[in-house]
């Protein structure tokens, strides 16, 4: 089974931190489409004050805690051990895909919730809501193991594999310029 984060980007490589945005965005999107369908279709008799203030509570306390844990090298919900165990690319670092984001992952996230909207089942609408969560806490927690270790993370280098990880080093950034091309101070 595919993994929904992957994207339409046939044997092209992706950055690891761009799939878990753009998967979390999409996912986010269609939760609040599902909501947004289920307060047209159920009037705000669904979405009442106190427990959408309860549930963006939850998901900040829990994109905190799902971030600290996911930056730790614990086995099977640490990421930082994933990142350590990646692989050197040969040669130059690859162009990213063209298209990282898929139109086809966003439709799978969206008529789902979409249809919980419709039924007015809004409190399922948070079981995505905790994946996009988690999905932001691995973005956040690759983008930091990048910049301390100076490598860009990709996904889709082993074509057996296409989850294992490989890096390629940061590209360093230009030399920044002044009005009359000297040097800076």
């Known amino acids: 089974m595919s993994d929904p984060r992957a994207g339409d980007t046939g044997d092209a490589m992706v950055r690891y931190v761009h799939t878990e945005l753009t998967a979390a965005l999409a ?6 489409m599902g909501a ?3 307060v047209g279709v159920h009037d705000t008799s669904v979405l009442r004050a106190g427990p959408v203030g309860k549930v963006a509570v939850f998901a900040v306390v829990f994109l905190t805690l799902v971030t600290l844990v996911r930056g730790t090298r614990l086995k099977w919900v640490g990421e930082v051990a994933n990142f350590e165990d990646a692989v050197p690319l040969s040669g130059p670092e690859p162009a990213p895909a063209r298209r ?3 139109l ?11 249809v919980v909207g419709v039924l007015g089942f809004t409190w399922v ?3 995505p809501l905790v994946m996009a969560l988690d999905w932001l806490a691995k973005a956040a927690v690759g983008a930091r193991w990048e910049r301390g270790h100076g490598r860009l993370l990709w996904l889709g280098h082993d074509k057996e594999e296409p989850s294992r990880l490989s890096y390629s080093p940061l590209s360093p950034l230009p030399p ?5 091309d000297a040097p800076p101070a």
């Open 27 to 32: 996912l986010l999107a269609g939760t609040g």
């Open 36 to 38: 947004a369908v289920a």
């Open 100 to 102: 990282p984001f898929g």
């Open 104 to 114: 086809g992952r966003l439709l799978l996230f969206l008529l789902p919730n979409l």
């Open 125 to 127: 609408l948070v079981v």
């Open 176 to 180: 920044t310029r002044t009005a009359t």
